[in-house]
């Protein structure tokens, strides 16, 4: 399967606990985004990067919330001292550089802050 | 990036051919049109995406006006698999920045 990879697929924490997602993007796309999906609702951008740069945070991205993505390959989205409204779908999605390229996204990470 | 309007739902009998409708009078001439779709608990899935010509893939065609103020997404032969949000997305120079709106949710029936 060479499509955008996230794990772990499910996490069920407790609040206050720290998590981490990872996400392994397309290999050849430079572009990388995470996004979140709370119940009944379409998914929001909450950040991307191109290549190891993190060029724009949303509002939706606290100060809790951090994203790294250290060689420009895989992804990383921590979420420090969780809290219930934390609970979502993450999404990350990848593409190329080219403006028009599509996003891929992946099949996310369900968190679930008890 | 422009603001586009769907019907909330939509039904369509399997092997028949869906046809959802989408409209961006407010789409400037150079944005894309882009069309995802999400089924229950999965990732968005890209579909299919224009600017000004008529566009076809293995999963469906794109038809868009020549004033570019609408667009109609075709599934030819619409199969149950083919139940999902389908959602209609102009992001302009917001490339990446994906703003999805409610969608259609595109029930399909034996």
């Known amino acids: 399967d060479t499509g955008v990879s996230q794990n772990p697929r499910h996490k069920i924490t407790k609040r206050g606990q720290n998590v981490t997602f990872r996400c392994d993007p397309i290999s050849e796309h430079n572009r990388l985004y995470w996004y979140r999906q709370t119940l009944g609702q379409g998914p929001e951008f909450l950040t991307y990067f191109q290549n190891e740069a993190q060029l724009e945070k949303s509002r939706l991205l606290s100060d809790r919330f951090s994203a790294e993505r250290p060689k420009g390959s895989f992804s990383t989205l921590e979420i420090q001292r969780t809290e219930q409204g934390d609970s979502a779908m993450y999404l990350c999605?990848?593409?190329?550089?080219?403006?028009?390229?599509?996003?891929?996204f992946g099949n996310g990470t369900r968190l679930t802050v008890t | 990036d422009a603001k586009t309007t769907q019907p909330p739902s939509m039904d369509c009998a399997e092997g028949r051919a869906a046809n959802l409708p989408c409209n961006h009078s407010?789409?400037?001439?150079?944005?894309?049109v882009y069309w995802y779709r999400q089924i229950h608990s999965q990732g968005p899935q890209y579909i299919i995406h224009?600017?000004?010509n008529n566009e076809t893939n293995e999963m469906a065609s794109l038809i868009i006006t020549e004033d570019r103020k609408s667009s109609t997404l075709i599934l030819p032969h619409a199969t149950l698999r083919d139940t999902a949000v389908y959602y209609c997305?102009?992001?302009?120079?917001?490339?990446?920045?994906?703003?999805f709106g409610q969608g259609t949710i595109l029930t399909v029936h034996p």
């Open positions: 407010t789409i400037s001439g150079n944005e894309y």
């Open positions: 999605a990848s593409s190329l550089r080219d403006s028009s390229s599509p996003l891929h």
């Open positions: 224009g600017l000004k």
């Open positions: 997305i102009a992001p302009g120079t917001s490339y990446g920045k994906l703003t």
